[in-house]
């Protein structure tokens, strides 16, 4: 690990609807040294296209005159979500010091495994009762608990003084990301107005940069002066929960619909009840549910056992967050690499590459070690990765009508789901060893392939029209 490395990616994020966006995105660091760099530049030209198109205006609300006060909610919004997402991380980066604290050597683990799958439970498969209740009562300060909530819970975590309170924290924690997401991301489309793709694709992307870098400031003084001073770290996420509903003052008017499916003039469909939709597919949304939440098992296990597994390695606590940071930086361009793929390979091409050619990467990156770890890590969850985009408009298409319902199901029952399973990865660690379940974890994606032949007649992605 004392040879440097650097990571140049050219990402072309591609919006349903929206456009093209092409960022250079940079990544840099040794151990003494960590840099990141995200460039976004805007073809003049291929805008110009987007905007004949699909009447493309970004940030004008035809609801509210000020343009102005509609960009600046914005784009707090998008600050909001990378500063809590920052936040919903640290679990992963604290996981080893908080084992260290309140865990044997035979239990460690089993008790990871708890603390990943109660904090699922609150993070992801809240995120479906917040999303049915923030449905019925619109209203800011789901935002404004949503970041209080996770900055409070997730920075006490080191001065719990038993396991009960780690679980008590994870679950205010978790509970504060599951109300802000559901109703901050569709705040986020409603303010970009007719350029919702392209809006809600920066608010995502301000996440998975919180999510990747966030944690890395966070634990800068902690890791260099005490895991005490962790408790402090709340007062940033406290303090923009408090501006909240300062600056995000909504009119009970804001269109939350402005853009119907599909394209601009497209007359909305008529919406059939979910289970007459549902009941005809149930074998596809099964299969892709089951794909969804077994890649999560890989993914959040990871995440998090990937910690402990290089602290045992005698890794830095600053190299450690570092490696974390990169892993779930690529998982952050896989998506967004997706978006660019999907409509020009089979989508069953790309599923079957993400899920055949992401195990070898990781299994080959936890038998090396220096740049060639990094490498095939990072290559790694980019392929993994890859279609998670896939699953989900898969799902919207086949519950056309409820595409909300889809996507609550694709990610956050899936990756509650999957949160939760890594309870039982954590018990076999205990049992036959970190090293040899962290094999067999990346090997996870390699049993789901031959479920791919029941999803043959559902539509290919790639073509045109679909």
Not at 89 to 101: A, D, F, I, N, Y
Not at 146 to 170: C, D, M, N
Not at 406 to 415: D, I, K, L, Q, V
Request: net charge positive; proline share 5%.
């Amino acid at each position: 690990m004392r040879a440097g490395v650097c990571i140049m990616v050219y990402v072309w994020d591609l919006v349903v609807g929206a456009g093209l966006v092409p960022a250079r995105v940079g990544i840099a660091f040794n151990e003494k040294r960590f840099a990141f760099s995200v460039d976004v530049f805007y073809n003049t030209h291929y805008l110009n296209f987007i905007e004949k198109r699909y009447s493309f205006r970004l940030m004008e609300n035809p609801q509210n005159p000020s343009k102005a006060s509609s960009r600046k909610q914005f784009y707090f919004l998008t600050l909001s979500h990378t500063v809590l997402d920052s936040y919903a991380t640290l679990l992963s980066h604290l996981l080893p010091r908080l084992l260290e604290k309140l865990a044997t050597a035979a239990t460690r683990n089993s008790l990871a495994g708890n603390f990943i799958s109660i904090y699922s439970i609150f993070s992801s498969l809240g995120q479906i009762l917040f999303g049915w209740l923030s449905d019925r009562v619109r209203s800011v300060h789901f935002l404004t608990f949503g970041v209080g909530f996770t900055a409070i819970g997730l920075s006490l975590l080191w001065v719990a003084p038993s396991t009960r309170f780690v679980y008590l924290l994870l679950a205010i924690g978790g509970l504060g990301i599951a109300a802000f997401h559901p109703q901050a991301t569709t705040y986020a489309g409603a303010l970009a107005a007719e350029g919702r793709g392209m809006g809600t694709s920066i608010f995502l992307t301000g996440g998975n940069i919180g999510r990747a870098l966030g944690p890395l400031v966070l634990m800068y003084i902690p890791y260099n002066f005490g895991l005490q001073y962790l408790v402090w770290e709340m007062i940033p996420g406290v303090l923009l929960a408090l501006f909240v509903p300062k600056v995000l003052k909504f009119e009970k008017t804001l269109d939350l619909t402005v853009t119907p499916r599909g394209r601009l003039d497209e007359e909305p469909r008529p919406q059939e009840p979910f289970w007459t939709v549902a009941r005809p597919h149930l074998l596809p949304l099964t299969v892709l549910f089951i794909i969804a939440a077994l890649r999560t098992v890989t993914a959040v296990g990871l995440e998090n056992f990937l910690s402990i597994y290089l602290d045992d390695q005698n890794y830095s606590d600053q190299m450690r967050s570092l490696v974390i940071a990169l892993f779930i930086f690529a998982g952050s361009m896989g998506i967004m690499s997706s978006g660019w793929l999907i409509t020009r390979v089979n989508t069953y091409v790309l599923l079957l590459v993400s899920l055949l050619g992401s195990p070898p990467l990781l299994y080959a990156s936890l038998h090396s070690d220096g740049l060639s770890f990094l490498v095939f890590l990072f290559l790694g969850n980019v392929v993994l990765s890859s279609s998670i985009t896939v699953n989900i408009i898969l799902a919207q298409i086949i519950l056309r009508g409820h595409e909300n319902i889809a996507s609550s199901f694709m990610m956050g029952a899936a990756w509650g789901v999957g949160g939760l399973l890594n309870k039982f990865v954590g018990v076999l660690g205990d049992q036959y060893g970190l090293p040899i379940v962290l094999d067999g974890l990346v090997m996870i994606p390699v049993v789901l392939a031959p479920l791919l032949i029941l999803l043959r007649d559902q539509p290919n992605l790639s073509r045109p029209n679909v």
